[in-house]
């Protein structure tokens, strides 16, 4: 403990408003982890100053962890994608990337939404299922595709052109949350080095909404509402979840009493995605609907509490859809309800995280990138390495998991996860989700527990609601939150320590 108390004595100064908050000044893994390089920054190294910004380092490190995830794929980029019935799942190197470039029309030169895709190519998908913006990504790394060669070679090429892609992307995300909370640059480490990222990267195209909503926090973070909604509508038109923002917004807009900047967003985010969709939604209606229809029409599916039931009962459930809508309204109630009666109004990236993860746990499908989903709010809400890496290992378990399983159910050796050994994986998964839920929920109803709040900060990724007072509450309203902030002194024993 005297080794840590001296830790944080050497930082101390750091935490008054003269420098950025460093890790290695407040949270003991963080500690622990830097004694493999040598020590806290400050003893050997001074990062910050000169080239080594906090930026470049984490821009570093997440492509470093993206190529890493990339070699990762390597035995299927080799082969496994292309023969062989189940050996892109027992070497856990699965992505849609490959599949989908034929599968989809690309290789063809098929016009996504607008041509039909024939049914022995696609396999009864007759449209593109993805969102106009993911449908444009996917389109532009056609583009950047040799046309001569095998299918195997063209297909090796399509994926290799989504990495690149999608690797800027990476960075983008990286450097949009360090900008986010001003003093806290270090926190989009834990995005950088995050496991299930490089695992997960490149198996689709998800990660181009997780940048543009990335880009969303930081504008609302500097008070440009309008544009933030505009970034949200654009990411709204690459992946669905996007939109599930804008509910935290008018919660804590509404405590708040900055309706105003709530409709700047609101009319911002319809605009842009209105501008993006409508014309496809006028040219090409089947195919931009194809989306839309798909997911109502989907049934439960691998990663979801719903296939556990489903396949313990042996039939499907009827009324999903509605089992799913319900159970989601009712989270997001109860989480509005919490955000409108604590007696500190609650950080917008705790409320960001809380809905998105309470959508893809009561989701029909929880697929294994739908982790990238979360891990950028992950570190805005809740910027701990110890409960952030309890986390990562239980969504790295489930992607073991699941390729295991399907490499059980495909071909007749049957080498990998039975039922109920992926059911345990699933729960695992489910749990280590409500796990870090539970943690963030906890710093709400107890911001002395909040590692963001612990210097007497408000919400630094809250743009006009930071320092603002309570204009409504469901319960007594608070003087306002700057005059109820919790101060940590380093080096003494604190509740907010931990």
Not at 182 to 198: E, T
Not at 326 to 340: K, P, Q, S, T, Y
Not at 468 to 483: I, K, M, N, V, Y
Request: aromatic share 12%.
């Amino acid at each position: 403990m005297a080794g840590m108390t001296s830790v944080r004595e050497d930082h101390a100064g750091r935490r008054d408003g003269r420098g950025p908050v460093l890790p290695t000044a407040e949270d003991p893994v963080a500690v622990t982890g830097s004694e493999a390089l040598g020590g806290p920054p400050g003893r050997r190294l001074v990062v910050g100053r000169g080239w080594w910004t906090p930026l470049r380092v984490m821009a570093l490190a997440v492509i470093a962890m993206f190529a890493l995830g990339m070699v990762q794929k390597y035995p299927c980029y080799d082969g496994a994608w292309f023969f062989g019935a189940n050996a892109q799942y027992t070497h856990a190197c699965y992505s849609d990337i490959p599949h989908l470039f034929q599968g989809r029309g690309f290789a063809d030169g098929l016009v996504p939404y607008f041509d039909k895709i024939p049914s022995n190519v696609s396999g009864g998908m007759d449209y593109l299922e993805y969102p106009v913006l993911t449908g444009a990504l996917m389109q532009l790394a056609a583009w950047f595709t040799p046309d001569g060669g095998s299918i195997q070679d063209r297909e090796q090429a399509y994926w290799m052109a989504n990495a690149s892609l999608l690797m800027i992307c990476a960075v983008v995300v990286v450097v949009a949350v360090a900008r986010t909370h001003r003093r806290r640059p270090w926190d989009a480490l834990l995005v950088a080095l995050a496991p299930a990222l490089a695992l997960n990267a490149t198996i689709n195209w998800d990660l181009l909404a997780v940048a543009l909503t990335a880009i969303a926090m930081y504008l609302w973070s500097r008070g440009r509402t309008g544009w933030a909604g505009v970034l949200i509508g654009l990411a709204t038109a690459a992946k669905l979840y996007p939109v599930l923002l804008l509910g935290p917004l008018l919660v804590l807009c509404l405590r708040a009493g900055r309706m105003r900047d709530f409709g700047r967003a609101l009319w911002g985010a319809v605009a842009a995605w209105v501008v993006v969709n409508l014309p496809f939604i006028l040219l090409a209606p089947q195919g931009w609907a194809k989306f839309y229809t798909f997911s109502q029409e989907r049934g439960e599916d691998y990663g979801s509490f719903w296939l556990i039931l489903m396949q313990q009962r042996g039939q499907a459930l009827d009324g999903l859809n509605t089992y799913c809508s319900v159970a989601m309204l009712v989270i997001c109630a109860a989480i509005g309800v919490l955000a409108l009666s604590t007696r500190r109004r609650p950080r917008l990236a705790q409320l960001a995280f809380l809905v998105v993860a309470a959508f893809v746990l009561t989701n029909k499908v929880y697929s294994p990138q739908y982790v990238l989903w979360l891990i950028p709010l992950a570190a805005l809400a809740r910027p701990r390495w110890r409960d952030f890496l309890i986390w990562q290992a239980a969504e790295v378990m489930y992607f073991l998991g699941v390729w295991l399983y399907l490499a059980n159910n495909i071909g007749d050796k049957h080498q990998g996860l039975p039922e109920g050994g992926y059911h345990a994986v699933i729960a695992v998964h489910l749990l280590g989700t409500l796990y870090l839920c539970a943690m963030v929920v906890r710093d709400m109803l107890h911001p002395e527990h909040d590692p963001v709040r612990q210097d007497g900060t408000d919400d630094p990724s809250g743009g006009p609601l930071d320092g603002a007072r309570d204009h409504w509450t469901l319960t007594r309203p608070s003087p306002g939150p700057l005059e109820k902030a919790q101060y940590v002194h380093w080096g003494t024993t604190s509740p907010g320590t931990d």
